[in-house]
Each structure stands twice: as C-alpha cells, then as structure tokens.
C-alpha cells in the first residue's frame, strides 16, 4: 500500500506541473509516467537505505533517459517530459525545513538541512546532464558509423 500511494502522488505531481507549465494535453498522461518512474526509482533505492544524493542522481538519469525516449516516440520537446518528471524528486521539503531553521536560530541544523538540499538539487542536474552527454556520444557515434557506410 505504501508504494500504491507514493504512485499515485508522484504521477498526479508530475502530471499537474505539467498542467501549469502548459505541457500539451495529449502529453499529460506521458509527464506522469516520467515523474512517477523518477520516483520509484528514488524510493526503491531510499528504502535500500541508499544515499538520497545518490538515489536523486539515478532517479534523474532515468527520469531524463525516458523523457529522450517519449521525446522521440511522440515527436514532442524532450523539455515537456523532463521538467514535469523531475518535480517529484525536487527537495522542496528539504528546503523549506533549511530556511524554518534559519528563522529560529538553528544555524546548525539549518546549514546541514541546506548543504543536503543543494547536494540533492545539485545531483537532479548532474543526473539530467549525464543523460544527454550520453544521448548526444551515441547519436555522433551511429551518425559516424553511418557516414562511414556511405564512403
């Protein structure tokens, strides 16, 4: 039941920001299978007791990997897919507890709270970037390959 109702949450999640950032109707339902697969990917390896920096950079990697995929399938910006399916992994939580912590006085656990949060944060970008370095060295190798048949 705890991973049903971590489904459902992260697909309507993705799927709503998807809705405000004015992702096309018929792509809504393909925005939440992305957010929703970003964060059982995150919760499986979480509940392992992997590192949630860890976890978060894997989780983005797939997150972006299946944007790419559905980017082609469907012939549509692979941003529609990404952005929408990366909200669920966003550490606004984190965040959020960092600056309350802040406010009271509690530099200590403010700071740890905002190193995590910007490590996390930091991670979702690495985890995007990777993606499309390794999307971007086999599209030039089957371009090579192909211009070489062609000689």
């Not at 920001?17 to 992702?23: P, Q, T, V």
């Not at 905002?114 to 086999?138: D, H, R």
Request: charged letters at 10%.
């Amino acid at each position: 039941m705890f991973i049903i109702n971590h489904l459902i949450t992260s697909f309507i999640a993705a799927a709503a920001f998807g809705i405000i950032f004015n992702a096309p109707k018929k792509s809504l339902f393909k925005c939440g299978i992305v957010g929703m697969l970003g964060w059982v990917i995150y919760m499986l390896m979480f509940l392992n007791e992997t590192d949630a920096v860890l976890a978060t950079l894997l989780a983005s990697f797939v997150v972006a990997v299946i944007s790419q995929f559905f980017a082609k399938m469907y012939k549509t910006p692979v941003i529609i897919f990404s952005v929408a399916g990366i909200i669920p992994l966003v550490p606004g939580g984190l965040a959020y507890d960092a600056m309350r912590n802040f406010v009271e006085n509690d530099y200590n656990a403010a700071i740890t709270l905002a190193a995590k949060a910007f490590m996390i944060s930091g991670s979702i970008a690495v985890g995007l970037i990777f993606s499309e370095v390794i999307n971007q060295i086999i599209r030039n190798a089957r371009f090579n390959a192909s211009a070489r048949r062609m000689r």
